[in-house]
């Protein structure tokens, strides 16, 4: 290896195609001769795209918190020749700012100290190893699972609750959907205000802030403040479709249509700009720029510009009135770099600008919808940030499972459509019984050669839950035998049979020989920034247990959720997705099966949709499931068992115990109360 040949220490740059602070720092630093010509002289370079290899961020992530106590991208870190961290940090400025040194000045720094006090480097790499490894043992932390620990993470949740705002905690604001499925869940079961008042107050002022894309759909990666007004503009696929998810959640649990109207345009948004229409599969990013020099111009608006696309024939003045009160747009905006531009935000209702103009709320609607359309028309004719058309797995399938689940709640048959296709691409492409999951099935760049990457923990976890996701959605026996084949090798390739809990990657012998840190075991549980990989593994095999009945899958999740049982009350919402878990686990799991066809079945599906519980499935089987021999073991003993019955019914199942079978929406709706 170079490093170790020409004993140099190695400077490790991790970023990303969306990452904006990245981009700065390729710009100011890395482009520059002076900066390149001491890289080049002191360091051997190393660059990881974050996206591609998360093992490898994960525990470079895990080291420079641990040095510097930041976290983050650009992830700047230097190590020895043999890999191992001895400082880092984030983003370093071209001169002294921002109350951080030069990236000049550190590089000169770590090379003097490289030479001339090798001793002092060697031994700070190794805390540093020791500090990893102690982060990563999960020592001290086991106990016994309990539904307190759910209490905790909610408590914790709710003692950072803006209550004016919406979100938890202060700038910058994440929008954190774990947590937020987590408090619709328990508010659905509780009917506690509180829950209610803290995901509603959430949602509502997101999808009003700027950090939602007013007028393409969709959500930016988070807020610089906390009023939701001024984002970082990227935009994630994982952000949107989990908060797909929240809102069609919250749908359910409230039956506001605010809700639904969102999750509609979040799909909108996919659609267009991250969906491969002809293939299926999911888009990774929209990049927040789309230049060096740009600052979210693209998503951004000067007053001139607002009429300028309001006056393609005529000036039209109501319209323009309407777009300006409604967006908040001013001649001195939101951006820092440029005053003059407005992030467009929902500042006053339709109610109150009629009044304001003397106009009925319809009128004000009607010319809203106007300008909307013609505001997006023209911003379409601008530079357009770059979208990173790699197909991840990982999040692949919780866009997958998004869409499935919004397709369900909304009735929306064509995004039912396009998630399956996307999921037939994933298990086509991806998977292969012997090797197991790809993490990339494409590259942005098709001409790109690189080595296939293996899967880890999350594509295992997440995909396998889409693939329940699917069955649930279809009744398809074929996606229930893909669901099982994957979490049986998620158990053979990333299981610990000693301690329990699952690994981040592969278990395999070649790990322990790994270069640097990359040979520390990881098992993640902390959400950041997707649903973490141990409890989506843990709730995996619970939904397996559910249809199988074999213990052997429950055994699994609770060595998992144990590991962490002592401790993940003290990580409040970033031990949200652990939360979830622990209600598949401690909660009992309901079925609803419905068989039969025809608006009376319609009618039972709505009814059983109605309501939420992240603990409740809903299957429709046609009538002839009874002679075809194809269900899940425990659905099998459960219909097949069943008297015959010459219509449609429901049947209302609860740890594997059912209740009498209904066939009337009001009956369904009250055992569905009283099972609850």
């Known amino acids: 290896m170079s490093a170790q040949r020409e004993n140099k220490p190695i400077l490790l740059d991790i970023g990303a195609v969306w990452c904006h602070w990245c981009h700065v720092m390729d710009r100011e630093s890395y482009d520059s001769p002076e900066i390149a010509q001491i890289v080049n002289e002191h360091f051997i370079a190393v660059k990881v795209d974050r996206d591609e290899r998360p093992d490898i961020d994960g525990r470079y992530q895990i080291a420079v918190s641990s040095i510097s106590g930041q976290g983050g991208w650009p992830l700047t870190a230097f190590l020895t020749p043999d890999g191992k961290p001895f400082y880092g940090g984030t983003y370093f400025p071209p001169d002294d700012h921002y109350g951080r040194p030069s990236f000049r000045r550190v590089l000169l720094s770590i090379a003097g100290a490289y030479r001339e006090k090798h001793g002092d480097v060697v031994e700070q790499a190794q805390m540093v190893e020791r ?16 539904p307190k620990v759910i209490d905790a993470i909610v408590a914790s949740a709710l003692r950072t609750f803006d209550e004016e705002n919406g979100g938890f ?6 929008p954190h959907p774990s947590i937020l499925d987590l408090l619709i869940d328990q508010y659905a079961r509780s009917g506690d205000e509180r829950l209610r008042r803290a995901f509603v107050t959430t949602l509502e002022k997101m999808a009003r802030g700027g950090v939602y894309d007013q007028l393409a759909g969709g959500f930016h990666r988070y807020s610089v403040d906390e009023h939701w007004i001024v984002p970082h503009f990227e935009k994630m696929s994982y952000d949107n479709s989990e908060l797909l998810k929240n809102y069609a959640h919250a749908y359910r649990a409230t039956r506001e249509p605010f809700f639904a109207d969102v999750a509609r345009d979040i799909i909108r948004w996919m659609d267009e700009w991250l969906s491969d229409r002809e293939r299926g599969g999911f888009y990774a990013s929209q990049d927040a720029d789309y230049s060096m020099d740009d600052d979210g111009d693209y998503f951004t608006w000067t007053v001139q510009e607002t009429h300028d696309a309001l006056n393609e024939d005529a000036f039209n003045e109501p319209e323009a009135k309407v777009a300006s009160l409604y967006y908040d747009i001013n001649e001195i905006g939101d951006m820092h770099h440029n005053p003059a531009r407005n992030v467009l935000h929902v500042r ?3 109610e109150d600008i009629g009044k304001r103009l003397d106009l009925t709320s319809d009128q004000v609607r009607a010319l809203l919808d106007a300008a909307k359309s013609k505001m997006y ?13 790699t197909l991840y797995v990982s999040w692949n399938a919780l866009c997958i499972s998004a869409y499935l689940e919004a397709a369900r709640v909304l009735g929306m048959d064509e995004v039912r459509r396009f998630g399956l296709r996307s999921l037939d691409r994933i298990l086509a492409e991806a998977w292969d019984p012997v090797r197991g999951l790809r993490h990339v099935i494409a590259y942005s760049d098709p001409a790109a050669e690189k080595r296939p990457v293996p899967g880890v923990l999350d594509d295992y976890a997440f995909t396998a839950n889409a693939c329940f996701d699917a069955y ?3 009744s398809d026996i074929t996606y229930f035998n ?4 994957i979490v049986d090798k998620t158990i053979s390739l990333f299981f610990d049979s000693v301690s329990g809990g699952f690994f981040d990657t592969e278990k395999s012998a070649d790990r322990l020989q790994a270069f640097g840190v990359l040979s520390t075991p990881r098992k993640p549980f902390q959400d950041s920034p997707t649903p973490a990989g141990n409890p989506a593994a843990a709730i995996a095999l619970l939904r397996l247990h559910y249809f199988t009945n074999d213990r ?19 990580y409040g919402l970033f031990a949200a997705t652990y939360g979830l878990a622990v209600v598949h686990f401690s909660q009992p799991h309901t079925q609803v099966l419905i068989i039969g066809e025809g608006n009376s079945a319609d009618a039972l599906v709505s009814e059983a949709l ?7 499935s809903v299957l429709r089987f046609s009538p002839d499931i009874m002679a075809s021999g194809t269900l899940p073991p425990a659905l099998a003993q459960t219909i097949l068992n069943l008297p015959a019955h010459p219509g449609t019914l429901a049947l209302v199942c609860s740890g594997f115990s059912c209740r009498p079978p209904v066939s009337d929406r009001e009956e369904l709706a009250r055992t569905l109360r009283s099972s609850s």
């Open 472 to 474: 649930e959605s279809t």
């Open 348 to 350: 006053a209702s339709l």
């Open 169 to 174: 905690g202060n700038a910058p604001k994440f």
């Open 610 to 616: 109605s309501t939420f519980s992240v603990t409740r």
């Open 552 to 570: 052997s899958y429950r055994d699994k999740a609770k060595e998992t959720l144990e590991l962490m049982a002592g401790s993940a009350g003290q």
């Open 482 to 485: 893909f669901a099982k084949q």
């Open 377 to 389: 028309a023209a911003r379409l004719k601008r530079p357009t940030p770059y979208v990173d058309k």
């Open 131 to 146: 500090a990893i490894a102690q982060a990563e043992s999960h020592a001290g932390q086991s106990g016994e699972i309990s």
